[in-house]
């Protein structure tokens, strides 16, 4: 089967500019995951969707970064506008069904720089 | 969610078990324990998980303590191309919800 599709695979932009980033899950993945990965660090969860809805965003920060997943399939992650320390690599999971312990596959992600 | 415990680095020579040891001593009863790993440039990759029992697939085997308190990850005959960063995780009751940490970067050598 497919694996998650991320894009862009760079992305180098200035401070205070803005930034869109968009996944793809496999095909009837229900629950979508972004993440935020600083060099050296584990991912850290910034927000997950079950179908169209999000289910947890405890983590994301709100006044620059936003999510939407339309129809329940593909995602975006917006940032608005970008500071140097949101330099990372920002990865896109999905799932089949995690109340049944299915594990998250990933996408490769996109590595954003700012300058 | 639980967290867990994993040593910085561990280094392994190409063709003996790797054994990666992780400590989760607050995992709850219903709390999985999964293990991925991070080659470099690529997003994780999940290699298996369990809950009481010992798991074996076709890339490693996982054994959890009786207790499940801890766990090891073994990779049987390790290669070069399992120098990777490797992580230990526990799922909780919030559907599909994982903390990881800094994971072990694993280094087989010739």
């Known amino acids: 089967e497919a694996g998650v599709a991320q894009s862009p695979r760079y992305k180098i932009i200035e401070k205070r500019q803005s930034v869109a980033f968009w996944c793809n899950p496999i095909s009837g993945h229900a629950t979508l995951y972004w993440y935020q990965q600083i060099l050296g660090q584990g991912p850290k969860l910034l927000i997950q969707f079950q179908n169209n809805g999000v289910v947890d965003d405890s983590q994301l920060p709100k006044d620059r970064f936003s999510a939407e997943r339309l129809k329940g399939v593909d995602s975006t992650l917006k940032i608005q506008p970008a500071k140097l320390e949101d330099s990372a690599v920002y990865l896109c999971?999905?799932?089949?069904?995690?109340?049944?312990?299915?594990?998250?596959?990933f996408g490769d992600g996109t590595r954003l720089s700012i300058l | 969610d639980a967290k867990t415990t994993q040593p910085t680095s561990m280094d392994c020579a190409e063709g003996r078990a790797a054994n990666l040891p992780c400590n989760h001593s607050t995992i709850s009863g219903n709390e999985y324990v999964y293990w991925y790993r991070q080659i470099h440039s690529q997003g994780p990759q999940y290699i298996i998980h369990g809950l009481k029992n010992n798991e074996t697939n076709e890339m490693a085997s996982l054994i959890i303590t009786e207790d499940r308190k801890s766990s090891t990850l073994i990779l049987p005959h390790a290669t070069l191309r399992d120098t990777a960063v490797y992580y230990c995780i526990v799922r909780g009751t919030n559907a599909g919800k994982s903390t990881f940490g800094d994971g072990t970067t694993l280094t087989v050598k010739p």
């Open positions: 999971a999905s799932s089949l069904d995690p109340d049944r312990w299915q594990p998250q596959h």
